[in-house]
């Protein structure tokens, strides 16, 4: 498509679609299941014929509806204004300031900048990765497991191993230590002293027991453990942090980077890993990446791989890029691992687009 840049760039609607798409390996935390991917599927439009996808994921389905209003509503607030992602981004905080921008409004908003990206960089004919200064490269990526128990574990690792995976995470927090140490050891029986082991447990554990668990696993080879106690308890984190020896993995749950500012300056982890959607979109993505810079914190991806994978190509302290396929059965194309790397598109925006006919198979 031939785009003239020479008239101002608008948009001019944003529609939304909720779908609830199968997951091949239901989401086993030690705090609850996710068993299925409950989407919201964005389509930005513009003056030009530029579309841009992207979308957001509720983790249960009781929060399609409302996400899906929500964002139908602040992409009424967008209509009529210039192809402006960050513009944009301030349009929304100004207008959500006396809300405030968190939970279902925050993750609209993301969505939004998302999908406003996405066609500014088609509007340009350039991947994403490219029109935020970078250049497209092969990403280290992880491939993200789930609390599987020992059978289904074991073939997982082996399968990730066989993909050419480096690393791969559990999530643990098992009712037992000897639980947790039974399934490591398991693992790396299988994964061997090669392939980096990274454990989850999901906010599970008080931190006087995080630290006796982590004490445990410090001669297992752990790469990292990942929200030990509740997230929100960044002093909580910082006192683990100080007790054990293993690297302490947050920032799936900051939202925004202000959040993720309290927890760098608590001290609460070694390592940081947020969410696009979360974090704000590719804006907030942007902002976060030079907080992580500025405290020397290697950072990583927490799903939105899609997007991550251009996002970690202009990261300056890129570290992982999670894989986990959530949205995989209803893209057109989506995103290929290669001997456990990703590489973004070469194509123009995110790579992010439809397979319809699935679409409709899942609409809710």
């Not at 944003?14 to 705090?31: G, I, K, Y």
């Not at 942007?286 to 907080?291: F, Y």
Request: net charge negative; aromatic share 4%.
């Amino acid at each position: 498509m031939n785009i003239s840049l020479d008239s101002s760039l608008l948009v001019t609607d944003v529609q939304a679609r909720a779908v609830n798409v199968p997951l091949e390996h239901p989401v086993r935390t030690s705090v609850g299941v996710v068993a299925t991917a409950p989407l919201v599927l964005i389509d930005l439009y513009t003056n030009q014929g530029v579309v841009g996808h992207a979308y957001v994921f509720t983790y249960t389905p009781l929060a399609l509806r409302a996400t899906r209003r929500m964002l139908l509503t602040l992409g009424g607030v967008l209509k009529g204004q210039p192809l402006a992602p960050v513009d944009l981004d301030h349009l929304l905080a100004q207008r959500l300031r006396l809300l405030g921008r968190t939970g279902i409004a925050l993750m609209a908003s993301a969505g939004l900048d998302m999908a406003a990206w996405d066609a500014l960089a088609k509007a340009r004919g350039v991947p994403l990765v490219e029109l935020l200064g970078g250049s497209r490269r092969a990403i280290e990526a992880y491939d993200s497991h789930s609390m599987d128990g020992r059978e289904l574990g074991m073939a997982r690792a082996e399968g990730a191993m066989r993909q050419g995976f480096r690393a791969i995470k559990t999530k643990i927090g098992y009712a037992t230590l000897a639980e947790d140490l039974a399934i490591v050891r398991a693992l790396r029986g299988v994964v061997g002293n090669d392939m980096q082991l990274l454990v989850d447990y999901n906010q599970g554990l008080s931190a006087p027991e995080a630290v006796r668990r982590i004490r445990a696993l410090e001669d297992e080879g752990i790469g990292w453990v990942e929200e030990p106690t509740l997230q929100e308890d960044y002093a909580g984190h910082a006192r683990i942090r100080e007790k054990v020896r293993l690297p302490i993995q947050m920032g799936e749950n900051w939202c925004g980077p202000d959040e993720m500012a309290k927890a760098l300056q608590a001290g609460a982890c070694d390592l940081a890993m947020p969410d696009a959607m979360k974090i704000g979109g590719v804006t907030g993505w942007l902002r976060a990446a030079a907080l992580a810079q500025a405290h020397g914190v290697p950072m990583s991806s927490h799903i939105f791989q899609e997007v991550s994978v251009h996002l970690l190509a202009v990261t300056p302290t890129r570290h992982l890029l999670e894989r986990m396929d959530l949205a995989a059965p209803v893209l057109a194309q989506p995103l290929a691992f290669e001997n456990g790397t990703a590489t973004a598109p070469a194509e123009p925006g995110t790579g992010i687009g439809w397979n319809e006919e699935a679409v409709r198979q899942y609409l809710v």
